[in-house]
């Protein structure tokens, strides 16, 4: 077995963009809130932290100032790897793509398809939102030339089977560059459903030096990084994806979610990879 064979990326996604205090009075707005965040899971095992920014007020914000103090406040407090969102509903990229050339991330995350992107609620029989997120090729092109002008290595978040089957034409291109990294999203209205088969499909679709982790939304979060583990897989956990600890407590922190992720981790055997560890694993 290879020293890094049986080593775990944890990462934490801080806030999030649709997530408020009054679902969850933790949530970090300010750059100096996300940056202690950041600290917080970095401390706790985190390897990597994926960041939205937002206003002093909780709205999202697309402000490369706002970006550079996120950036700035993280390095002043530890060494994670940052990985910024390029997510947006809108078809101009031109600010997401000003951050990744100015700011230069390790890792961006790359949204690889348009999908219905909606949340039920059983109790209320109705939609809570119900919205089209669009991701073009046109669009993900765009985003890709910017990640590789900068040297941002693309985080490719796959919503959906046929989001991870259809990345050949970039290879073809040349615009997308092996060993790649990819994100399964389960668990969002609209998307990959939370089964084992799914993951399953997910991970046979990738190329084979391709690194992979599972990102789980909602309440099912848990038994989902449970079997990514299984399977070889890295983890996701942070406060945009899911509030609550295994034993259904609220988390008052980001880092009180990575060290649960840690204690998962080590109970089915595996190791949390170090900073230095995860940047080889990944081929920054």
Known sequence: MSKFEDKVIITAALSGVLA??????HIPYTPIEIAEEAKRAYDAGAACVHIHARTDEGAPSWELDTFRKIKDETRKRCPVILNFS??????????????????RPEIAALNMGTMNYAKYSPK????????????????????????????????????????????????????????????????VLGGLPTSIEAMQLQRQTIPQDAT???????????????????????????LEDNFYLPNGEMA????????????????????????DEARKLLSL
């Open 20 to 25: 408020n205090r009054d679902q969850c009075p």
């Open 124 to 187: 209320r029989k109705a939609f809570v939102f119900d919205i089209v997120f669009p991701n073009t090729f046109g669009k993900i092109e765009r985003m890709l030339s910017a990640m590789n002008d900068a040297g941002v290595k693309p985080e490719l978040e796959c919503f959906d089977a046929g989001h991870t089957n259809s990345i050949w034409p970039l290879y073809d291109m040349g615009k997308l560059k092996k060993p790649t990294q990819f994100s399964f999203i389960m668990g």
């Open 252 to 275: 008052k922190s980001n880092g009180a979610l990575v060290e649960q992720a840690v204690q998962l981790t080590r109970l089915v055997g595996r190791e949390p990879a170090s900073v």
């Open 86 to 103: 390029t997510g947006t509903m809108d078809d101009d990229t031109s600010a997401q793509e000003t951050i990744l050339r100015e700011l």
């Open 212 to 238: 992979w982790e599972v990102i789980g939304i909602g309440k099912e979060q848990w038994r989902l990084l449970a079997s990514s583990l299984v399977l070889g897989g890295n983890i996701r956990v942070g």
